[in-house]
């Protein structure tokens, strides 16, 4: 019964995106939904609804700052391209995503993967996140404080 929970506001959400609201795309739509919740798996937990608007101010303030993060290193991204000397020194850095579900720690590494010059290329068993950067001389204290913001609103969203 607690599906239902992830699967209507799934199915809804298909509908309002296609547009479409012939009696095939409804079946289809739940489809959809239902196996989405069934690949997810949701846990089963009570909803609280006294932490709602801070999950929703939490969820904005992501959000905003994975825009600011995009913009930002999408621009430094952009000068070390045109550079003519190429300022480059890629290499890899461990990164541990500290959060708890594995969602918090998929949104995190994918949050990382969406910054330019930046890749998660694999988590381990202990929630580490190896990261391929463009330029390792400064990247563990800029990546590890991102990662802290990134983890402290993530756990306010999800706990």
Known sequence: MHYLVFIVPIWLLY??????WALNNIVVGLILALIVTGLARPAKRPFAWRRLPDA??????????LLGELLVSGVQVARIVLSPSLPIKPGIIAIPSQCESDLGVALSAHAITLTPGEMVVEIDERRVMYTHVLDVSDADARVAEAQQVRRDLLSRIFA
């Open 56 to 65: 929703l101010v939490a969820t904005l303030l992501y959000l905003g700052r």
């Open 15 to 20: 509908l309002m995106l296609t547009g479409n």
